[in-house]
Nanobody, 125 residues
């Protein structure tokens, strides 16, 4: 069955960096677009970044220039490099598999069919 397992979260001070990983299994990883989302307490889940099978990427305005999404197809692993972290980046971060690359919108959670369990990122000021 499809599994997505995130890792790499933790606690850092503002200005620091973290690299999140998402190990995918149970399907042909190369054929799907993937995304990262986050959800802070009391807030709705929001899209952070997205990568297509062509390696084209999309980012939320709030993270542009600070976060980089990438993937290793041979390892079926998705990454999110987060630099210049801010306290407002504090959230649970989730990776997700997009149901179909060119249907719907990359920033809508309804466009994704499988989700990981999440990894917590906490940024202190």
């Amino acid at each position: 069955q499809v599994q997505l397992v995130e890792s790499g979260g933790g606690s850092v001070q503002a200005g620091g960096s973290l690299r999140l990983s998402c190990a995918a299994s149970g399907y042909n990883y190369r054929g799907y677009c993937m995304g990262w989302f986050r959800q802070a307490p009391g807030k709705e889940r929001e899209a952070v970044a997205h990568i297509e099978s062509t390696l084209r990427t999309n980012y939320a305005d709030s993270v542009k220039g600070r976060f980089t999404i990438s993937q290793d197809n041979t390892e079926a692993t998705l990454y999110l490099q987060m630099n210049s972290l801010k306290p407002e980046d504090t959230a649970m971060y989730y990776c997700a598999r997009r149901r179909a690359c060119y249907l719907g919108y990359w920033f809508r959670s309804s466009s994704y069919d499988y989700w990981g369990q999440g990894t917590q990122v906490t940024v202190s000021s």
